[in-house]
Structures are given as structure tokens and as C-alpha cells.
């Protein structure tokens, strides 16, 4: 039995959690539309999802599948990268059920409801940003125990589905979920100081990323499709970096 997929208790959420929730969706609200590329502003509308009361995840599974054939699965804490891959790969989407407290408005240090469904779900109905996840898995899957192609493997994974930039009428847009859900990354990309540099894996693996600071740097893709065309080269790149012997710390 895998510990962490759980039932959503909806009924045990508090008064407090569904404010928490409230408000975390007004400040969404009030972020400013151009920041973030349309392809999420598209996903968000289609979800309909209710901003005064937390999610029902049943429903919003039901919901998402008729658009994608993705479903939902609610999980507690974090899941081994091989399940986690796993579930993708079958398009089951985990969802962390827990919300953040009331003090940890602007930042929390676990991913919670908040951030796994208004920081991912959107981009799911994206069919290439859905496609680059899958198949991004299912490479990632052959290496689980692999320590250095993990890290390197995460980089990917992190500065695309995580703290990934778009650009959409000739201005940087965000699609990655941590920035989406993070008001103070999103002030970040403002900084022109602040790298963006144009999507290449051989770089990305090379920089490495504290997912508890803002970023010092981005990476930008020119879109979806180049996104997901760039795993076809994902492998042979992961190999000639392990053929280094260790990776940039
Ligand atoms: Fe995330």
C-alpha cells in the first residue's frame, strides 16, 4: 500500500483553511495577467476553479479529464520520484491535499493545494507542455538511483515546470508553477539583472538551483513545441555529462 495516496477529507478542512485559500486566491488574482503566459491564463479559465472555497479534487479531476485525460490523485507529502513519474506517465497528476498556514501566506516551504493546483494544473490542458511531461518521465524513470543524472535530470525539471519563462509577443512570459504561485518571483523576472537565458541543456545542466532563494537566473523557451522538441536530445546530452564524472555544484 502506498502511504502517501490518501482521500481527500474535505469535511476536515478548518474555517481557517478555506480563508487561507481565499486569500491566496485573491492575491492571484490581483497579479497582473501580463506577467503569465496565456497558455496558463487559457488552462485557469477552462478549470473554473472556485477561489472561496478549497477545491474538491474528485471533482476537479472529473472536470480536468474531459478536457485532457488527465486525472487527479490526492497524495500526502512527498512521493518517491519513481512513483511520482510513474503516476505521470499514466497521466494521474498528484495533488497535495494540505494548505498552508495562515502565516506562511507568502511563502511556503512545502508544495500545498494552492500551489499544485493553481501553479500546474492550467498548463496540463497545454497538449505539448503535457507531452514534454510525460516524456520527460519516462526518461527520467530509467535513471531513478542514477545520484548524478537526478541532479541533473532535476535541473531540467526545474527551471521548465518549475521556474520556466516563455516568450510570448516579444516579452518574457512565466509558466513555470513556483513562479506562478510566488509573488516575489514574479518581481524577480522584472530584474534586468536578472539572467534569462535562452533554453539550452547543456547550460542548464550545468547551473545548478536553490529552491529556497529567488532565483539568480531563468531560462526561456520560444515556446511549447521547442520545449518538448528538445527531449530528443535529452538522453545522449545526459550521457556525455555523466561521461564527465561529476557535475557543477
Ligand atoms: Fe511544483
Do not use: C
Amino acid at each position: 500500500m502506498k502511504t502517501y495516496l490518501i482521500e481527500q477529507e474535505y469535511d476536515a478542512y478548518s474555517s481557517e483553511d478555506h480563508l487561507v485559500w481565499e486569500e491566496m486566491n485573491r492575491r492571484q488574482a490581483a497579479l497582473n495577467r501580463n506577467k503569465i503566459s496565456k497558455e496558463y491564463w487559457y488552462g485557469l479559465d477552462l478549470l473554473q476553479i472556485q477561489n472561496s472555497r478549497l477545491p474538491n479534487i474528485a471533482a476537479l479531476s472529473n472536470k480536468l479529464s474531459g478536457f485532457t485525460g488527465w486525472s487527479l490523485v490526492p497524495v500526502k507529502g512527498l512521493i518517491p520520484a519513481e512513483d511520482f513519474f510513474n503516476l505521470i506517465i499514466e497521466k494521474k497528476y498528484p495533488v497535495t491535499t494540505s494548505i498552508r498556514k495562515a502565516s506562511e501566506l507568502n511563502f511556503s516551504e512545502q508544495p500545498d493545494i494552492f500551489h499544485d493546483v493553481l501553479g500546474h494544473l492550467p498548463l496540463l490542458i497545454n497538449k505539448k507542455f503535457s507531452d514534454f511531461l510525460i516524456a520527460y518521465s519516462k526518461i527520467a524513470i530509467r535513471y531513478v538511483g542514477n545520484e548524478h543524472a537526478v541532479e541533473l535530470l532535476a535541473r531540467l525539471y526545474w527551471y521548465t515546470y518549475e521556474m520556466g519563462l516563455i516568450v510570448e509577443d516579444n516579452e518574457y512570459k512565466v509558466y513555470g508553477g513556483a513562479i506562478i504561485t510566488s509573488a516575489n518571483e514574479i518581481e524577480n523576472i522584472r530584474n534586468a539583472r536578472v539572467p534569462k537565458h535562452s533554453f539550452n541543456i547543456d547550460h542548464l545542466f550545468r547551473t545548478p538551483y536553490n529552491p529556497y532563494k529567488l532565483q539568480n537566473e531563468y531560462f526561456v523557451i520560444n515556446d511549447f513545441s521547442s520545449l518538448f522538441d528538445s527531449l530528443v536530445n535529452l538522453e545522449s546530452r545526459l550521457e556525455r555529462h555523466l561521461s564527465y564524472g561529476h557535475i557543477t555544484l
